[in-house]
């Protein structure tokens, strides 16, 4: 059974900084394509960052030079660090795992939320 856990959300003042945690089970991790989406209240589900078998790396512009994304294979963990946050980064955020075999499959999980305000 697949399970990516999330933890690290919180209440935090504009400018502050959280990392999220994403803890997974049940695949073997190290081959997935990892990944952090947002979703906002109102808004639809959209990208963050991803990070790639090899370690290769994509943002979104919104959060490129803010935001960094890692993963620790021996730990089968996912990270994203989150600095210099804004009123507007505030959403309830999903860890992904995305792999292409004989089709493409995702896990998500339940996700952890993220509140910048002063």
């Known amino acids: 059974q697949v399970q990516l856990v999330e933890s690290g959300g919180n209440l935090v003042q504009p400018g502050g900084s959280l990392r999220l945690s994403c803890a997974a089970s049940g695949i073997i991790f190290s081959i997935y394509t990892m990944g952090w989406y947002r979703q906002a209240p109102g808004k639809q589900r959209e990208l963050v960052a991803t990070i790639g078998t090899g370690g290769s790396t994509d943002y979104a512009d919104s959060v490129k030079g803010r935001f960094t994304i890692s993963r620790e294979n021996a730990k089968n963990t996912v990270y994203l660090q989150m600095n210099s946050l804004k009123p507007e980064d505030t959403a309830v955020y999903y860890c992904?795992?995305?792999?292409?075999?004989?089709?493409?499959?995702?896990?998500w999980g339940q996700g952890t939320q993220v509140t910048v305000s002063s």
């Open positions: 992904n795992a995305h792999i292409v075999l004989s089709r493409p499959y995702d896990y």
